[in-house]
């Protein structure tokens, strides 16, 4: 593997000093912090190790097949008083659970496409635009007859969620045949993601696709009523590799109480009794519990202002997929997770654009 003079010169800096940020390289090499981060990507696949022990690798790819959404977040100034205009800012970004991970795994270096719908108008444009400009393979994001979906939140002035309303209309239109048009790539995949946003007849067609291939699934199951329609699609002939349910959705995923620990680590093991290798149950700001062949393994969230909790989820599970495919044991990389969702919540952007870079400062140590 060859590297060109500014890529040995960036690597010379990293082995210097490993928690050198691109900011810094930038002003060391007189370049933009852009282009540091072009060269950390490309170093990245040509497989230089960038964290602490994340080596990341081309011939790696991850199929994300999930929901897309355009979030419109308004922000109140005071405690929010429902019936009422609140006065306040609002903003929007790019969203969906499926593509938020898609964004964040892109950005981490990972090869990522993304398997999603979009609608024929300007919100599924400037979507794309975003989607792709983060790097992420956008051949399988089709145009649908639906609109854009749209996730509208409103936070209170802690960034707590007030209400939000979601109308998901393109990703409802998201088939089975949409799906086996990415059909070779999925069988290349060494990781498949499924955001369970998607219809249910989709998702089973892509569980079905996706662990016939010889590369991992994991699914994240979003929402309890989700969860709950989900609980019959985990079948031991379709084994998946994690799923990743907060406590109530683990509790409809299985129909069992999930209100102790022990109980959780019950219900997890009703799911591996269904084929699921790892089960990481996220409790929030409680941390969450990992249970798998090793056992059960209690991680901590890391302790952050919060900004907006939106998307922390997703940057958790791209992190977490990301360290998994460098070689990472699973509570490593959940750790990894933890470290990329406080990162997210002290940030106001769903998918933070320096991700990356903090990242690689906050586990090289
Ligand atoms: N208030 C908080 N303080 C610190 N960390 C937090 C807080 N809330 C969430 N986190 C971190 O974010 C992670 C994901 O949050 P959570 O467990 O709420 O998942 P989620 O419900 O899937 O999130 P999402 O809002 O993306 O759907 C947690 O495991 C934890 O690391
Ligand atoms: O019903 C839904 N609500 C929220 C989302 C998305 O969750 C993301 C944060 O995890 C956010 O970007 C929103 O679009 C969704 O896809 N479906």
């Given amino acids: 593997m060859s590297l060109t003079d500014r890529e040995r010169e960036i690597v010379a800096l990293l082995r210097r000093d490993p928690l050198i940020g691109s900011e810094a390289i930038a002003q060391e090499l007189g370049t933009t912090r852009a282009?540091?981060?072009?060269?950390l990507s490309n170093l990245g696949k040509k497989g230089v190790i960038l964290g602490r022990g994340y080596v990341l690798s081309e011939q790696q790819s991850v199929v994300v097949v999930g929901g897309v959404n355009m979030?419109?977040?308004?922000r109140s100034r005071r405690a929010v008083v429902s019936g009422t205009s609140n006065p306040g800012t609002s903003a929007m970004s790019a969203g969906g659970v499926g593509r938020n991970i898609a964004e964040n795994l892109a950005r981490l270096g990972t090869r990522t496409h993304l398997v999603a719908a979009i609608g024929a108008d300007g919100l599924g444009d400037q979507v794309l635009a975003a989607t792709s400009a983060a790097g992420v393979h956008v051949e399988h994001v089709r145009r649908s007859a639906r609109a854009t979906g749209t996730y509208t939140a409103v936070l209170d002035a802690n960034g707590e969620l007030v209400v939000a309303v979601s109308d998901m209309a393109a990703t409802d239109e998201l088939d089975p045949d949409h799906v086996n048009a990415a059909r070779d790539l999925v069988a290349a995949a060494s990781l498949v993601v499924l955001d369970g946003n998607l219809a249910t007849a989709t998702l089973d067609f892509a569980l079905d696709l996706a662990t016939r291939a010889a590369g991992r699934v994991v699914l994240e199951p979003v929402s309890v009523p989700k969860a709950a329609l989900l609980a019959p699609l985990l079948d031991a002939d379709r084994p998946i590799f994690a799923v990743t349910p907060n406590r109530d959705e683990l509790a409809a995923l299985t129909g069992l109480p999930t209100r102790t620990d022990l109980q959780v680590e019950k219900a997890a093991?009703?799911?591996?009794d269904r084929g699921v290798e790892l089960v990481w149950v996220r409790l929030g700001s409680g941390g969450s519990l990992l249970s798998g062949p090793a056992g059960l393994?209690?991680?901590?969230?890391?302790p952050t202002e919060v900004v907006d909790v939106t998307g922390a989820g997703d940057a958790m599970l791209a992190a977490f997929c990301h360290a998994l495919l460098d070689g990472a044991e699973p509570a490593a990389a959940a750790a990894y997770g933890h470290a990329a969702a406080a990162l997210t919540i002290a940030s106001p952007?769903?998918?933070r654009p320096d991700l990356t870079d903090r990242?690689?400062?906050?586990?090289t140590a």
Avoid: C, E, I, P
């Avoid at 282009?35 to 060269?39: C, F, G, S």
């Fill in 35 to 39: 282009a540091v981060n072009v060269h």
């Fill in 71 to 74: 979030d419109v977040k308004a």
């Fill in 269 to 272: 093991r009703a799911l591996h």
């Fill in 297 to 302: 393994v209690t991680l901590d969230a890391v």
């Fill in 349 to 351: 952007h769903t998918v």
């Fill in 359 to 363: 990242l690689v400062r906050s586990t």
